[in-house]
């Protein structure tokens, strides 16, 4: 995590921390009800230097197979990057993966026991990231994968535990939905690719926890941070014939085609700053 977003993030666990509830001043604090807010911040990914595409080779569905040349080596012997290709080899250097800032608007419900808080929580925005990964071939030729997300959301339950002074740390989770886009871009010109599926709907869940504080009878702050992975594969890009010849290893594969994928899970990690109007 790059320091321009631990001080902004370590400031508001101090505010969070330091600045008791001006709500005491009338009684004891009650988080029960419903609110609405924003939070921004910072999202970003998993090192995935170890990544690679996948090949179907036999049309079995699996992604799973081993493109081979006519003598029987592995045609992706050159190896991968988990980014974007500059070049057609290795050595040309591949782009890293973007991590950027995000968004989210939510609207929730508390409900107080004693101590503890129990909530559930709606939230949407977008994350400005996108993923990458590539493959090389001894052809010599990159072929790359780039996925991004346009818009984001979740539904989490949340279980806190408040102190008299209205400062409450609590853990979270819950299901998640993106909706992905995906590209593909190769220096081979001389089969054919057909993407499908370039647009994925995505689900999945997320896991996290956070920290809150009424600093009024009506507004509170906080920070949270929150894992999620959503189960993507649906994309895939099918290599055709196209003017290769016959000795193409996409050619003389057992389905005299391939079809290519990259995987079925997608992981971000985000850490946000908080703030909610409460009726």
Not at 47 to 61: I, N, S, V, W
Not at 93 to 108: F, L, Q, S, T
Not at 191 to 212: H, L
Not at 238 to 258: E, K, L, Y
Request: proline share 5%; with cysteine; aromatic share 12%.
């Amino acid at each position: 995590m790059k320091l321009s977003l631990i001080a902004p993030i370590g400031a508001t666990f101090s505010l969070v921390l330091a600045m008791p509830a001006v709500a005491q001043d009338s009684g004891a604090v009650d988080w029960t009800g419903p609110y609405v807010g924003v939070s921004f911040g910072k999202t970003w990914q998993k090192k995935d230097g170890g990544e690679h595409l996948r090949f179907d080779t036999d049309a079995d569905g699996s992604y799973d197979d081993v493109v081979r040349t006519t003598t029987g080596a592995n045609a992706f012997s050159p190896g991968t990057c988990g980014g974007a290709a500059r070049g057609p080899t290795p050595a040309s250097g591949c782009d890293g993966d973007k991590n950027a800032i995000g968004w989210m608007g939510h609207v929730g419900y508390d409900k107080q026991f004693g101590s503890l808080v129990v909530g559930a929580v709606l939230e949407g925005g977008k994350a400005f990231i996108d993923d990458k990964v590539t493959e090389y071939s001894t052809t010599p030729a990159f072929y790359t994968m780039r996925r991004k997300i346009d818009w984001n959301a979740n539904g989490r339950l949340r279980l806190g535990y408040t102190t008299p002074g209205g400062i409450m740390p609590y853990i979270t989770g819950g299901v998640s939905y993106a909706q992905v886009q995906n590209y593909f871009r190769t220096s081979n010109t001389a089969n054919s690719f057909t993407p499908v599926n370039a647009e994925e709907k995505a689900w999945g869940y997320n896991m996290g926890g956070g920290i809150e504080a009424k600093v009024s009878d009506h507004f509170s702050i906080g920070a949270r941070y929150l894992w999620t992975r959503y189960n993507t594969g649906d994309y895939r890009v099918d290599v055709g014939a196209g003017s290769a010849p016959a000795t193409n290893p996409f050619r003389i594969t057992p389905s005299g085609g391939a079809s290519i994928n990259r995987g079925d899970k997608f992981e971000t990690q985000s850490v946000m700053v908080t703030t909610s109007y409460r009726f």
